[in-house]
């Protein structure tokens, strides 16, 4: 049974920053690429970024430069470290491997005002 579990959402002020935490299991976590993706009201789900083991992550143009994915071994943990956010970042995140398994997780609301 694959686990996914995001948080660290919330309201944030056009130009902060915030922290996405997301816990996985460790058979996902240790034998496949890990990704965070978005999906805004109204469409349909994006790839923001991944990471695997030696490969340099990849970043989607629409948040390179100001998101960072980074992962933490010790308790099967993938990060987004959100800065300079704007209105456009308002999604549900969710994390998933590359290409992502059937199951989903409940997801992070974010939500930037402006």
């Known amino acids: 049974q694959v686990r996914l579990v995001e948080s660290g959402g919330g309201l944030v002020q056009a130009g902060g920053s915030l922290n996405l935490s997301c816990t996985t299991s460790?058979?996902?976590?240790?034998?496949?690429?890990m990704g965070w993706y978005r999906q805004a009201p109204g469409k349909q789900r994006e790839l923001l970024a991944h990471?695997?083991?030696?490969?340099?992550?990849f970043y989607a143009d629409s948040i390179k430069g100001r998101f960072t994915i980074s992962t933490n071994n010790a308790n099967n943990t993938v990060l987004l470290q959100m800065s300079r956010v704007k209105a456009d970042d308002t999604a549900v995140y969710y994390c998933n491997c590359v290409p992502p398994l059937d199951g989903w997780g409940q997801g992070t609301q974010v939500t930037v005002s402006s």
């Open positions: 990471i695997s083991s030696g490969a340099a992550p």
């Open positions: 460790g058979t996902i976590f240790n034998f496949w690429t």
